[in-house]
Structures are given as structure tokens and as C-alpha cells.
């Protein structure tokens, strides 16, 4: 359930579908109103100007006019500002953009008032069409409202495009990105729903849940598993970890239908398979959500990764402004420091009696470092303010490091070859 809210949050096209029915709904009770004011149910309202049949015809053309053609040109300049982040960021930062609320919000709006004004004006009679003339004096009223509003949110797009496409507004949402996968997956001490105690995983006596198609693992419903192990008392160990790839067939999730010690178990058909009901495995398989990409919802290295690559980018031939790699690493700081100071990687979530039900496989601290560290000093060799950021960062994470960490923290000096293995343009 979790996942698919990501993606409907991050879908293009949930918001404005959302409004848009709203606005439906809210014409016709605003319609029927009017109808109500016309019968004498209702006492007419205050401060509203009478209206013509082609009066308020022509409002309401007019407005579902413009808001149709303003919406086309916020899609468009929406687009164009995709095109150009990809290709000058990276193609994985266009995520950002489709799930930013501001621009699902402004596309709604334009389309919302669209709907609102097509459906008033359907109902607006003259003597000459049906010999029963009706204008909903109410509806139309509140249309231009309506119409009024869109102008502050068109203003409010421009703005919002402008600062969004700046490079630190960019990093500013990865960093929000790495910082919330971190602590999904890091913790300073064990609690009553995680531990980071190492694990002693058995050898033997495990059913293997194998993936039914092809994708990388964007995200897994931890809670899912962990009521399912609870239910059935069972130990689950999450092979596939989020930002892995898997085809068809591979093992995702083992399951321990066999305690230490137990020759059999009565869940098996046989005495070397064990075994769970169909059922079980449809509901584990469904709980590793696969796709097309990654995505840094609880993909730690790939949040990561995002920063880097926008750093990486930055030392393209093509761009050549260190600048940006600089900012990247000064971003990465305040996320990797705590990480490094005092946190390690989760190793299982715990039931409500503190037994250990599903096993989890984040990668270390001193990974995620060193694969920073390889990166950048790979393509920022010869840059010299991106060796000093580097330098910078290394010497907090040495600062701050506790005593099994200290000396881990080296950045390498390779040699900058544009000609091979370069950064990318």
C-alpha cells in the first residue's frame, strides 16, 4: 500500500484528475443552487450582477478558453524544463520535477477551472433554445473567482519553474531525498521496532520466494512482512534489497519453515524442500515491489548516487564548473557526518516481543563512503577546489568518526583522463 502511494504522489496525473472531479461536482451543486434561487426556495444573493444568456455565455467561454491554452503552455514550459534537466543533471532527476506538488497543483488548477466552466456553461438556456431561460448567475460568479485565482497561480508557476531549475533548489530535494532514506536504514542504537545487532542467519531449512518478473526493487513493505511473520511466527530474510536488480526467477525473500534442530517440518512435501501455502508466497512476492527504475524512496545508495551524479556532471568537458561539485559535496555533509558519527545499518525488524522477524541488508557506513570518495575523486583529480571539498568532508567524517571508523576515511587521487572513463557530457 505504501508503494503504490508513492507512486500515485508521484504520478503526473492523480492531482488534476483529483480536482477535476471536484470541480464537476461543485458546478452542478453551485447550478442546482442557482435553480433554487430562480424557483424562490432560495433567497437570491447579495452583490451579484444580473446576467444575460449571452453574457454569461460569453464568460464562461472565454474563461474555459484561456485556462485550456494556459495549461497547454505550463505543460509545455513544464516539459521543456524536463528536457533540459536531463540533460544537463541527469535523466534521474526528472523524478523530481513529476513529483513536485507545486507543479501537480498548477496543472490542477488550470484544468479544474476548465471542467468548472464547461459544465456551467452546458447549462446556460435562452428563451430561443428551449423556451426556458436559465443563467446561473451563482456558478458564473464564482467561475470568474475562479479565474481570478488562476492568475496568482500562473504567477506563482513562473516563479516556482525559476527557482526550481536552479542547481542548490536541485540538491536542496536530493539532499531531502538521502536524508530520508538514511534514516530509514540507519539508526544509533536498537529500539522497539529495529536493532542493529549483527544477525547469525542459519544455513539451512529456508523457502525461497522467487520474483515472478524482471525489474529493480524500488521499494519493500516492511510492515507487510513484519504483521505476516508475526501471524505465522516465522523469520523472514529480505534477499533483494531495494536498488538491486532481479529477472525472473530470482530469490527475493527466504522464509525459516524450519526451526534449529526440527528433521521435518509439517509444511513440506518433502523432507529436503520446505514449503509454504501459495498464498503466503503471492503475499511476499507482492510485498518487494518491483519497477522499471530506481528510485530513492528507501534506496539508500541511489539517493546518494543522485548527488554524485550531479556533481559528476558538473566536471563534464562540456559544463567544466567544479562549482557544482563542490555544492554537492557540501550538501552530502550534513547527511553523512551523523551517518558516520554515530549510526549503523539496521539489521532486523522486531515483532511486538521483540523477537526478530524480518532481516534486512543495508549497505555499511564505510560502504556508502568509500564509494563517494571513489567517485568524485575519480572525475575531480586535477580540480583543485573539488579535491579540497573533498578534503573538507573527510576531515569532519575523521573528526566525528567513533573508534571502530577512524582511519577509514581516505580520498583516492586518480588521474583525470576526459579521453577515457571521463565524466560524462
Do not use: C
Amino acid at each position: 500500500m505504501h508503494a503504490l502511494l508513492v507512486r500515485v504522489r508521484e504520478s503526473f496525473w492523480f492531482l488534476p484528475a483529483l480536482l477535476g472531479v471536484v470541480a464537476i461536482v461543485v458546478a452542478q451543486l453551485l447550478v442546482t443552487l442557482d435553480r433554487e434561487v430562480l424557483d424562490g426556495q432560495v433567497p437570491a444573493v447579495p452583490f451579484l450582477d444580473a446576467l444575460s444568456a449571452g453574457g454569461g455565455r460569453s464568460i464562461l467561454t472565454t474563461i474555459g478558453t484561456a485556462m485550456l491554452t494556459v495549461a497547454g503552455t505550463s505543460f509545455s514550459i513544464t516539459i521543456s524544463v524536463l528536457a533540459t534537466t536531463s540533460s544537463t543533471y541527469g535523466p534521474r532527476l526528472v523524478r523530481n520535477f513529476t513529483a513536485d506538488r507545486a507543479n501537480q497543483l498548477v496543472l490542477a488548477a488550470f484544468t479544474s477551472t476548465f471542467l468548472y466552466a464547461m459544465v456551467v456553461l452546458r447549462t446556460v438556456h435562452t428563451d430561443v433554445d428551449d423556451g426556458d431561460a436559465f443563467v446561473p448567475v451563482v456558478a458564473i460568479h464564482v467561475a470568474v473567482l475562479l479565474a481570478v485565482l488562476d492568475v496568482g497561480v500562473l504567477v506563482f508557476f513562473i516563479h516556482h519553474i525559476a527557482s526550481s531549475t536552479q542547481i542548490t533548489s536541485l540538491q536542496r530535494q536530493v539532499q531531502t531525498d538521502l536524508r530520508a532514506a538514511v534514516d530509514e536504514a540507519y539508526r544509533d542504537g536498537d529500539d522497539e521496532r529495529r536493532t542493529i545487532e549483527p544477525v547469525i542467519v542459519p544455513e539451512d531449512g529456508w523457502y525461497a520466494v522467487r520474483a515472478a518478473s524482471d525489474g529493480y526493487v524500488q521499494s519493500v513493505e516492511w510492515r507487510t512482512l513484519t504483521a505476516w511473520t508475526v501471524r505465522n511466527d516465522r523469520l523472514v530474510d529480505v534477499v533483494a534489497t531495494p536498488g538491486r536488480y532481479v529477472i525472473q526467477g530470482d530469490v527475493v525473500v527466504r522464509v525459516r519453515v524450519r526451526a534449529d534442530g526440527d528433521q521435518a517440518d509439517r509444511s513440506r512435501d518433502d523432507d529436503s524442500t520446505p514449503k509454504i501455502d501459495a498464498a503466503a508466497a503471492r503475499t511476499l512476492r507482492a510485498a518487494v515491489v518491483l519497477g522499471t527504475a530506481r528510485t530513492p524512496v528507501q534506496d539508500v545508495e541511489f539517493a546518494l548516487q543522485q548527488l554524485v551524479e550531479i556533481a559528476v556532471r558538473g566536471l563534464a568537458s562540456g559544463s567544466n564548473d567544479p562549482y557544482t561539485a563542490v555544492s554537492a559535496l557540501d550538501m552530502a555533509t550534513p547527511v553523512l557526518v551523523p551517518l558516520w558519527r554515530d549510526r549503523s545499518a539496521v539489521t532486523a525488524l522486531l515483532g511486538p516481543d521483540g523477537t526478530q522477524r524480518v532481516l534486512q541488508h543495508w549497505p555499511s557506513p564505510e560502504d556508502l563512503v568509500a564509494g563517494l570518495f571513489a567517485t568524485v575523486g575519480h572525475y575531480g583529480a586535477g580540480q583543485p577546489l573539488v579535491e579540497r571539498a573533498a578534503d573538507r568532508l573527510a576531515e569532519r567524517l575523521e573528526q566525528q568518526a567513533p573508534g571502530h571508523r577512524r582511519g577509514l576515511v581516505a580520498v583516492p587521487r586518480g588521474r583525470r583522463d576526459d579521453a577515457d572513463g571521463g565524466p560524462p557530457t
